[in-house]
DNA sequence: CATGAATGAGACTTCATTCAT
DNA sequence: TATGAATGAAGTCTCATTCAT
């Protein structure tokens, strides 16, 4: 499996370094083989093309967030209390990676729709997970019955998405984790009954 | 004033024509300069140069959804109902016209990270319009008095513009404007008494 | 007669300062007219193309070197004597006017060869002048038979060009005129008995 | 050391044939490229951009001068015989190669003025041997001790190009190499004792 | 005579990708 | 596996000139 060779992850933290360094279209190819110490030619041995490598970075990071939330998801507590954590990890994760923050939050978006649509169905199991999350809630009485599950998960992750952006366009100048109670309450009014 | 002048309309109308047909990238000058029935050169005669083309396209059409929401707070109703006609609004101008849904939702999010930061700057005047209409709701006793401005408005304009980034992306399936007072209580549940 | 009417000498001065002002690729022919208080057009009511003004705006002031020259000539006096005020003539001409000098010694230079051959041309009715002083020198005895008159004349003309544009180069930082005596000597040094 | 591959001395003299061939201006860079038998962008390999081409001729070529100028002043002559030497080198080296003529003589100069400038600089090594010719000549007692070395080597310099211009633009229809004697006993009277 | 809005051809440079070594 | 020199397609913008008014 080529994701398991070192050169392989090796390629990945150099794109979001020089990505997060010097935009999108200014992280050439060449560039990011400089940064992961092999020449232009390697990169084609561990990935497609260009836009391969983006959807990787996308890929292997999302991974990230998909696998703690569900470890959220199966810990005894209330939805709501997953709610909190589920922010809270989002946040958390991106606050510790501040070069990871700026891809997916600014840099990443200027791709093409094609790379867009596909980072798209990345995010689609992140969001089956949240959807879960209402469910449950939904479910055991604390979410309100009569809340449209799509619309409820477009407003968690738009609220989050915007606020996340917001934060990294004022360059991380205030801590973002310190923001969890506030979000989680407003969405937690809601969606709760 | 060349605003007022009809060529510099009709080359705006061109662009986000030729955008929503064939995406950011292959927008040419040379197209949209066919498209709108013009010389390449006159282009130049109008907008500095083709990033100049793109946010001047934002900027006259946010005009409508500013304009619109002007008109709205000056209306004899409650804060609740305000931001009723403002999600309306908003849904309203974009599903009808499905072009410069696309332009605005997915295509104009490719520009670079400059051209996004100076429609950032046109959107702000939008969120100002937004943000008074969340204090009038606070001070009138309508929305809880606890609720942070700032994170209100990142819901709000999260929610909306998450929502409507779905739909474009479903390609306009169902209609928008349908999910105005499923949305509007959504939204209002966060932040009443 | 389009040349006397006032607005071709207009150009041709609004020509020199534009050229010298911002040099030979940004002089545009709107700048042109912009400085000499015309429209683009206009201008061709008077000129042909741009190589047409560029080339009036050297014939006109070669005129005054080659009328100069023509008084010079006639005057009752040696022909060393002769050449003395043909080289304080050349170099008083162009530091009465430095945009001339400027546009004359280096801006015209970097015209295309064709304009460049023409002005050439022009240039050959000067160099006849100083041929016949060089004839009356040897005819007279004050210059050596044996000296190639064509040689001779491209020696002055090369030498008197070369001092001008290391002036011009240098920005006019010292008084050109005093270096006639020295230049004189010099070139009277080659071609005296 | 990107000059000693042989691609490098490929595109400078495929350069120097397009230029001399096709003018200054019709020389685009997808000429030379064909000409040199490259790829248009293997030039971006081994050279800035378009004004490097041109500065790089001028600096390969010039080097030829001032070696053979640097072996003459070397020799065990006479100044004057080194004068002699200096101007018959100037002349055999642009007649063995009537495309560098061209290109010296009358293309280069339609360059814009940063690019003269540049050249320039780089003429000032080859002006520097010839001023040590001088003083050699002054010390020894050959030259004029009065004479002003600026001027004299300003109107050396301005004879040999002037005669060589004029030789271009007759189309080498005379054999420039024969004219050194001549050239050489004028430029010497100017600056003998 | 005068205007000035409109025209449209034309070239430098970048950079993802390949392939011989 | 790894290299890195070479490829070549593709697009923005300028500006001399025209012509309807």
């Known amino acids: ?57 996308f890929e292997e990071k999302m991974e990230v967030f998909a696998e703690n939330l569900k470890q959220i998801i199966e810990i005894d507590a209330s939805a709501s209390e997953k709610l909190f954590q589920m922010i809270e990890n989002h946040f958390n994760v991106l606050a510790s990676d501040h070069h990871l923050a700026t891809v997916t939050q600014l840099e990443l978006r200027q791709s093409n729709l094609a790379l867009r649509l596909r980072i798209n169905a990345i ?15 939904i479910e055991n009485g604390e979410f309100n019955e009569k809340i449209d599950i799509r619309l409820a998960r477009q407003m968690i992750f738009g609220t989050i998405d915007e606020t996340t952006t917001t934060w990294v366009m004022n360059e991380y100048k205030y801590n973002i984790i310190d923001l969890t109670p506030k979000v989680h309450r407003l969405l937690l009014n809601a969606i709760k009954v």
Not at 18 to 45: F, R
């Open 123 to 137: 995010l689609k199991n992140y969001l089956v997970l949240l959807d879960s999350i209402l469910k449950e809630g």
């Open 1 to 57: 499996m080529k994701k398991d060779k070192p050169k392989y992850k090796q390629i990945i933290d150099a794109a979001i370094i020089v990505i997060a360094e010097n935009g999108y279209h200014q992280s050439q190819v060449s560039k990011i083989a400089k940064q992961a110490g092999v020449a232009d030619g390697t990169i084609y041995l561990y990935f497609k093309n260009k836009e391969d490598i983006l959807i990787s970075v």
